[in-house]
């Protein structure tokens, strides 16, 4: 299960007490063990490895930036992904609209293969001196009086319990750990993705995302590695068509729509395939940080993929938690509440552009969908 690792034995495992046990391998997770790990910093990365089937995403340009800081050599992740070079939107207009990432000063953004992208960042993380335990769930976290964590490390049946002085809870929207100590994750909407994978075909050398807007919300489709291309359609749980996971009933939907449709034809679902769903709603965590414990990713705030930030904002997130527990290790106190504000103002800057861009859409603005985000972002109950 480990992948990294200094030498030791099972009975110093049993009694190992990191600096920081990192709960999450996905881009938070691997970004906040990378930056307590370059400070010098004893890290366990766990990751269990289950979660929501990842897809694929597109990854912005200025992810580039993050990348580099972090020590991601930019190469492999071109070597490996599809590059992205534009978005193209039919929003506000059924007409396409094209924004080419040609005159953004970062470049290209990529189609990721989560699985192998994650793998990459874990690596990176394993060379710098985090141990990085995959296929392990960390849980129960128990206080201890010295301060710290006691927490269980689960992995191929077996269990053994670690310390650590930080606790670092970066498992995405579900946030498992933080929820134990306290926090409560706070739902804005109720967002849904049904996603399906369509077969590859080789004429399919489009490098660009494209997003959709219909009565009840929108459309997603990109190309994505291993060859695939990914379709998504985005709506209300309650607004969900019934029958929407059959594969039928998903490629009926789909043919409603013009320039989705148009990318889809003549392709079949991947052999096995069969749309699936997961949540994608915004989401809060109150409050992102506690005593010996921190946040960051999606646990700490999940977006709206239609912002395309998401992995962005967890990289961030992620580095910027890495940096606020090395300086609560040195005894900077207010390292927190810097922290705190810092997703306080990723946030904002979020929720302004949420409500801006589906403003823009005002062909439907009776539908459900469309009211609901005229205004700006507020607490719905789940
Ligand atoms: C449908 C959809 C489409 C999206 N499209 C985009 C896009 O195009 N571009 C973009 O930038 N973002 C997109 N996003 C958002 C993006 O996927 C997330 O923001 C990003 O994955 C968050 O990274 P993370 O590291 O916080 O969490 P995750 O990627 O969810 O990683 C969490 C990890 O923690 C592990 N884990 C969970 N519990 C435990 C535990 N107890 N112990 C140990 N490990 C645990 C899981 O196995 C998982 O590997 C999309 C999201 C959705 C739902």
Avoid at 11 to 20: L, N, P
Avoid at 143 to 150: F, N, V, Y
Avoid at 306 to 324: I, N
Wanted: aromatic letters at 6%.
């Amino acid at each position: 299960m480990t992948t990294a690792a200094p030498p030791d034995n099972h009975a110093a495992r049993q009694h190992a007490r990191y600096d920081a046990v990192v709960a999450g391998g996905g881009p938070a997770g691997a970004a906040a063990a990378l930056t307590l790990a370059r400070a010098g910093r004893t890290v366990l990365l766990a990751d269990a490895g289950s979660g929501p089937p990842k897809t694929g995403e597109s990854l912005v340009p200025a992810a580039r930036l993050l990348l580099q800081d972090l020590g991601v050599d930019i190469r492999s992740l071109d070597a490996d992904h599809r590059q992205c070079h534009a978005t193209l939107s039919a929003w506000g207009s059924p007409q396409l609209h094209c924004t080419d990432f040609l005159t953004d000063p970062h470049g290209h953004g990529w189609h990721l293969d989560r699985p192998v992208f994650d793998r990459l960042l874990r690596t990176r993380a394993a060379a710098d001196g985090v141990r990085v335990a995959e296929r392990t769930t960390v849980s129960h976290p128990v206080p201890q009086p010295d301060s710290g964590w006691q927490v269980t490390l689960r992995a191929d049946g077996t269990e053994r319990t670690v310390r650590c002085r930080w606790l670092v809870d970066t498992t995405g929207r579900r946030a498992s750990l933080a929820a134990r100590c306290g926090a409560r994750h706070r739902r804005y909407d109720k967002l849904i993705a049904v996603h399906l994978r369509l077969a590859h075909d080789t004429s399919d050398i489009e490098q660009a995302s494209l997003v959709e807007s219909v009565p009840d919300g929108w459309w997603y489709t990109a190309p994505h590695s291993p060859a695939h291309r990914l379709v998504t359609y985005f709506t209300d749980t309650d607004l969900s068509p019934p029958g929407l996971r059959t594969t039928r009933t998903f490629l009926d939907r789909l043919a409603t729509t013009r320039h989705t449709a148009e990318r889809a034809r003549g392709r079949q679902a991947l052999a096995g395939a069969a749309p699936r769903r997961c949540a994608a709603h915004t989401a809060r965590l109150e409050p992102p940080a506690g005593e010996g414990w921190i946040a960051a990713g999606d646990a700490a705030i999940a977006l709206d993929p239609l912002s395309s930030q998401g992995v962005l904002t967890a990289l961030y997130s992620g580095l910027c938690a890495g940096q606020a527990v090395e300086a609560l290790l040195r005894g900077e106190a207010d390292a927190l509440d810097t922290y705190t504000a810092q997703l306080g103002e990723t946030f904002e800057a979020y929720a302004y552009g949420h409500r801006e861009i589906h403003v823009h859409e005002d062909r439907w603005s009776d539908r459900p969908f469309w009211q609901r985000r005229r205004s700006p972002l507020a607490l719905n109950a789940p």
